[in-house]
């Protein structure tokens, strides 16, 4: 019940503190313009991460003053990431290469202090032992992931719908009082989601996605009852419709000799809506096909592994496939 109340206090306090931010950020100026490379068409306040932000200071708080255990190292590394979102939302950090910088300090220090990864995170035998590279190859996921999950998000509702799904999905694997900090960051996505909905009036902004980039890429050093190799790799399938996306769309910029830390629209949920598909219906599809993988990957995961994967990558393939076919017969269509 303690965790249930959390929960909606933190979805209550992320809604009506988003309420208040819309018109803070209109009067500021604090506004994502569109441009060519948009998918919106109006300027809208972005920076809306602080309302999910506040929302799971709430609902942390209620968890403290219920004595259920919290991580202050992840916490306090997630504001501290969230602050420095919050600070190139408001143009205040110069450059990528600042802001990646940034993100590395604080990630190792959460590394440095979170338990060990001591097997690589895929199935035998593959899950060799790391060693002296385990705080290498933690940064570099957590890393990844942050930044993966910045660049998905693209169109309403899109990235807070997939962090409302995995903090579901997350408590399924772990248990309802061992996902407590995650459900808190649920519901406060759920709060600033109804808000965030296609049409938006709120963008979360750098201070939201790099907040729950860390957050959700985070939780499995903290998970205690599973082990943080098969907590890695079941955070992967739960969030495998963006974390394949945005691998497939780099690696496919980088052999065009791309700039990839410039912004663009080249993404598959973008190609889908540039195809004339709204807002909703790519949110929703990606919402279906994160819902195949991820529970059957929970169902899979104890069994086979390596199954599991191949069910992802396969649902993937057949996305991919898809958007293509879209583009071509649109093309055929045109000419």
């Not at 569109?34 to 999910?52: E, F, K, Y």
């Amino acid at each position: 019940m303690e965790v249930l109340i959390a929960t909606l206090a933190a979805a209550l306090a992320a809604f009506v503190s988003t309420l208040i931010l819309i018109r803070v950020l209109m009067k500021t100026g604090t506004l994502d313009v569109p441009n060519q490379r948009s998918s919106h068409s109006a300027p809208t306040p972005r920076g809306g991460g602080l309302s999910i932000i506040i929302g799971t200071i709430v609902g942390n708080v209620l968890l403290i003053y219920s004595q259920i255990a919290v991580s202050w190292i992840f916490i306090i590394c997630a504001l501290a990431l969230g602050f420095i979102g919050w600070l190139d939302d408001s143009k205040r950090v110069n450059g990528p290469f600042v802001r990646l910088a940034l993100q590395l300090i604080i990630v190792l220090c959460f590394v440095w202090n979170a338990p060990e990864l001591a097997l690589f995170p895929l199935p035998e035998p593959l899950d060799i032992k790391l060693g002296i590279t385990s705080s290498v190859f933690a940064a570099l996921w957590i890393l990844s992931y942050m930044n993966m999950f910045n660049f998905m998000d693209g169109l309403d509702g899109l990235a807070t719908s997939q962090a409302v799904c995995i903090a579901l999905l997350w408590s399924l694997y772990v248990g309802w009082y061992e996902a407590s900090m995650m459900l808190v960051i649920g519901g406060a996505c759920f709060g600033f989601l109804i808000l965030n909905w296609s049409p938006a009036k709120i963008f979360m902004g750098d201070s939201g996605s790099m907040f729950l980039g860390f957050s959700l890429s985070a939780l499995p050093f903290i998970t205690q009852e599973k082990p943080v190799h098969e907590s890695i790799l079941v955070m992967a399938l739960l969030s495998w419709v963006f974390l394949s996306d945005a691998s497939f769309t780099l690696c496919r910029r980088l052999l065009r000799q791309e700039r990839v830390w410039q912004a663009h629209r080249s993404h598959l949920y973008q190609r889908l809506n540039q195809q004339g598909w709204s807002h909703a219906k790519v949110t929703g599809l990606v919402i279906t096909l994160g819902l195949a993988i991820s529970l059957a990957s929970l169902y899979l995961v104890s069994k086979s592994r390596w199954v599991a994967l191949l069910w992802a990558a396969l649902v993937f393939v057949a996305y991919a496939t898809f958007i293509t076919y879209k583009e071509h017969s649109s093309s055929k269509a045109e000419n």
